[in-house]
């Protein structure tokens, strides 16, 4: 592909500590080493203690706004059922979702002044979007033996939905700069997951 | 040169740095908070960063660096310049010798502040140059260019940027350090002709700097960022009404807002003003923009600034150009705009439709009841115990609880629900004085943190002291500044350049000003921590408990709790009355179970649990070392 054409949007939802921000960060990285110009805008600040975060990634020379607007993302990387469908109306008509089926319950819902049913969730995502790969992860994290790669797990996923404008390579030498080496190995193992 | 991908912020340090900057200054805050933790980073060596105790502080010591003919820059987030403004507003009628940039992020939204004030606003009011940037790749240059304008000037000028750009992120080009221009200085100069401020140097100043203003307008209208684009008709031929209203309409607009408008755009034709120094507002610039109008619409964010400029350009020029935004009701008065605002603001105005992307939103159906996910006190945070220890000793009494500024704002949410007021930094303390004078039967607590405490907490208990109060201040200490990432602060014993200093210690503080009942306790013993409170909130006068336990992001865990399925009785005491995120119900959707991946082993559940089904914890009894800007989260 080459890379003046590459336009992509793309948003990373979940909720505060899963993770988002690194995943962005190693799509970033991964843009920047094949000079694709890239932005993002993310959520940092007190939101982040179990709140809902998300970060928009704008790459190509295409647009201006690191925010992007309803339907034009073609890509949504869900770390969270509750929080794709909060995002889905981002998603461009024929864009692609790939969820993490694993809910994160809200303290809210555990004090029982709210209710969150997670399976709801995935059935409005199913009904809803035709490019939908649900990553079971807790099974991932099963095999991987580590809950913690979840966000790579789901990088993963996302290439294969051929909507990141990268492909393995450029996320493994992301990895590579900007993961300790000692986890390389597994992440490297998290990217082939969904293979 | 070389490229990076950086923050908005880093990219704003790293500019400064280029731009020669000798002194940095600044406190801590959303979001603003990295372009200082990015100097000490980089710090090329010969700069002099520090965490000043609050913005007024950090405002002066930039202030006393930039009198000597050095360059400094100090940080705030918009709130902390209201701290700052007492200096600031002198300063401007003195003048500086070498180059000062106060750095002043503003947080449309608000995201993370209480109010959504407008920097630009306080440039008017304090006569303060201003430069706003778009992008993070531009911030870059701007802060470099702002330190000339202010060296040039001799007079302080206002960065502001907002979080979109603060916290944005880029790939820039950025200088190498060698590239770094050097700013070398002659030292103070004594002459109380310029350094005094008395009546008489105000009154001659003030006329001076009206002067200065009143040229800048010309001089900003010609400076490059300040740009009218997309002249209408220069990409194809107008035809028909519409396109014939295109040529006589125009967009004025600033920031992130001037990339949200090229985006909206959309093929409509449409001649946009860009805005990069409010104010000084660029008259010539605008007026060359309005030759030819009908109508301006002004997309910003805050305050109409750019809405107002012009209304008073037209009036002064009897120009009849009719402006929109804001104040009629075209732009939302409050609130933090997005793509869709800003799309629908322009395709109201221009009456054309842009190339919009195919929405599904048209498609989708209502989605089900989706989680509310307000920001909670961490798993196993020692303010939660804290809290939880005051609310178990004062059950049944009449009390209020003020909050302050910091993580434990949180404590307003259920189920602790002991936040009864929050303001602004160091509020609660005046505040509970306030109500106990009215209400004399009240039982009044302010908690304050560590940080907050040494920030503007002190004079509120000298006020109390000295005015007969009767409260209990609770000074909740985890020992560092934990809502904006761990900045260290006097009570932490190391500053942001990595020395270890002494101390200060909140107990001499508090008996110094005359407290004799100031008594520390971990929070999470809580029996202990009860008794405490029962104690220290029966006596007379000022009292102070001091809860001290590290923040969990600065410490390693020991342990873990777990719950013994077959002792919990399913009573939901921990859940119901804690609200710690790491306490889930089990799969039977009865009985109490630990997320061990964010249980901390603080053991508050355990204890508190009527039939010790949960163990395994073990909670820090040290604040741990902590290096700033590692651990944690940023807010």
């Known amino acids: ?195 | 040169m070389h490229k990076e991908f950086l923050m908005g912020n880093e990219a704003i340090a790293l500019g400064a740095l280029a731009a020669g900057v000798n002194l940095v200054a600044g406190y801590p805050g959303t979001p603003s908070t990295e372009v200082l933790e990015t100097i000490a980073k980089r710090n090329p060596g010969n700069v002099y960063v520090e965490w000043s105790i609050n913005e007024k502080a950090g405002m002066e010591v930039a202030a006393g660096a930039a009198y000597t003919g050095a360059r400094a820059l100090v940080t705030m987030k918009q709130v902390g310049l209201n701290v700052a403004s007492d200096p600031l507003m002198s300063l401007e009628y003195i003048g500086v010798k070498g180059g000062m940039v106060v750095l002043v992020a503003d947080d449309p939204g608000p995201i993370s502040s209480q109010t959504e004030q407008d920097t630009r606003t306080f440039g008017m009011f304090s006569k303060v140059p201003v430069f706003d940037p778009a992008s993070v790749a531009e911030a870059y240059e701007m802060i470099q260019e702002a330190f000339e304008f202010s060296s040039k000037y001799k007079t302080p000028v206002f960065f502001r940027a907002t979080t979109r750009v603060d916290h944005g992120y880029e790939a820039v080009e950025v200088k190498d350090p060698e590239e770094y221009y050097v700013n070398s200085y002659e030292g103070f100069v004594k002459d109380p002709s310029r350094w005094v401020i008395f009546p008489r140097l105000s009154v001659k100043n003030h006329a001076l700097i009206e002067k200065r203003n009143a040229e800048l307008k010309d001089v900003f209208s010609s400076y490059p960022r300040n740009q009218i684009v997309a002249e209408p008709g220069t990409a194809a031929k107008p035809e028909g009404a519409q396109a014939q209203r295109a040529c006589r309409i125009g967009i004025a607009t600033q920031g992130v807002n001037f990339m949200y408008t090229l985006d909206s755009l959309r093929g409509r034709n449409v001649r946009v003003l860009r805005v990069a120094t409010p104010f000084p507002f660029p008259e010539k610039l605008a007026l060359e923009f309005m030759e030819g109008l009908d109508e301006v619409l002004c997309i910003e964010e805050l305050d109409p600034v750019i809405e107002r400029a012009l209304t008073y350009v037209c009036g002064k020029y009897g120009l009849s150009v009719k402006i929109r935004g804001k104040l009629t009701g075209d732009i939302p008065l409050s609130g933090e705009n997005s793509m869709e605002i800003v799309d629908k603001a322009i395709t109201a105005f221009t009456g054309e439709q842009g190339e919009r992307p195919e929405q599904m939103p048209d498609a989708l159906p209502q989605p089900p009841a989706l989680p509310v996910r307000p920001p909670v006190l961490c798993a196993g945070c020692p303010h939660r115990a804290s809290f939880y220890a005051v609310k178990c000793a004062m059950k049944g009494l009449k009390t209020i609880y003020c909050g302050d500024i910091g993580c434990y704002t949180l404590g307003n949410a259920a189920p602790l629900d002991m936040c009864d007021t929050c303001l602004c930094m160091g509020a609660g303390i005046g505040i509970a004085q306030g109500v106990m004078h009215m209400e004399p039967d009240t039982k009044c607590f302010a908690f304050v943190g560590d940080s907050t405490f040494f920030a503007s907490g002190i004079t509120g208990t000298v006020n109390a002291f000295y005015n007969q109060a009767d409260m209990t201040l609770v000074v909740l200490d985890n020992s560092t500044t934990a809502m904006t990432g761990h900045q260290p602060h006097p009570g932490t014993g190391r500053t942001v350049m990595g020395q270890a200093v002494e101390k200060v210690s909140i107990e001499r503080v508090l008996r110094a000003i005359g407290l004799t009942v100031v008594e520390t306790v971990d929070p999470l013993d809580h029996k202990l921590s009860v008794e405490t409170v029962k104690r220290v909130a029966a006596e007379p006068g000022v009292k102070a408990i001091i809860f001290r336990s590290p923040c969990i992001a600065v410490t390693k865990p020991k342990g873990r709790s777990g719950v013994d399925a077959a002792k919990c009785i399913a009573c939901g005491k921990c859940i119901r009355e804690l609200g710690c995120p790491a306490i889930i119900l089990d799969s039977d959707g009865k009985k109490a179970k630990i997320d061990t991946s964010l249980c901390t082993g603080c053991t508050l559940c355990e204890q508190i649990c009527p039939v010790k089904a949960i163990s395994g914890g073990a909670k820090n009894d040290t604040a741990a070392g902590t290096d700033p800007g590692k651990g944690g989260c940023h807010v």
């Not at chain 1, 029982?112 to 994290?141: H, P």
Request: glycine residues 10%; hydrophobic residues 45%; charged residues 25%.
């Open chain 1, 1 to 195: 592909m080459c890379k003046n054409d590459l336009n992509k949007s793309i948003i990373l939802c979940g909720v505060g500590g899963q993770g988002t921000i690194l995943a962005s960060r190693l799509i970033a990285t991964a843009a920047m080493d094949k000079d694709i110009p890239i932005r993002t805008a993310e959520t940092i600040g007190m939101a982040q203690r179990g709140g809902s975060v998300f970060s928009h990634l704008r790459l190509g020379e295409g647009t201006n706004s690191p925010l992007m607007g309803k339907g034009e993302a073609d890509l949504i990387i869900g770390f969270e059922p509750g929080e794709t469908v909060r995002q889905l109306p981002f998603l461009k008509k024929g864009g692609a979702v790939v969820v993490s089926s694993r809910p994160v319950m809200p303290v809210s819902a555990m004090i029982g002044k709210a209710s969150y049913d997670a399976a709801q969730m995935i059935e409005y995502l199913k009904a809803n979007v035709t490019r939908l790969t649900i990553v079971d992860a807790d099974r991932a994290a099963a095999d991987l033996g580590s809950a913690k790669t979840l966000n790579v797990v789901l990088l993963g996923a996302a290439l294969r939905s051929g909507e990141l404008g990268l492909d393995e390579a450029d996320l493994e030498n992301a990895i590579r700069e900007k993961v300790p080496e000692k986890f390389l190995e597994l992440n490297k193992k998290a990217l082939a997951w969904s293979r």
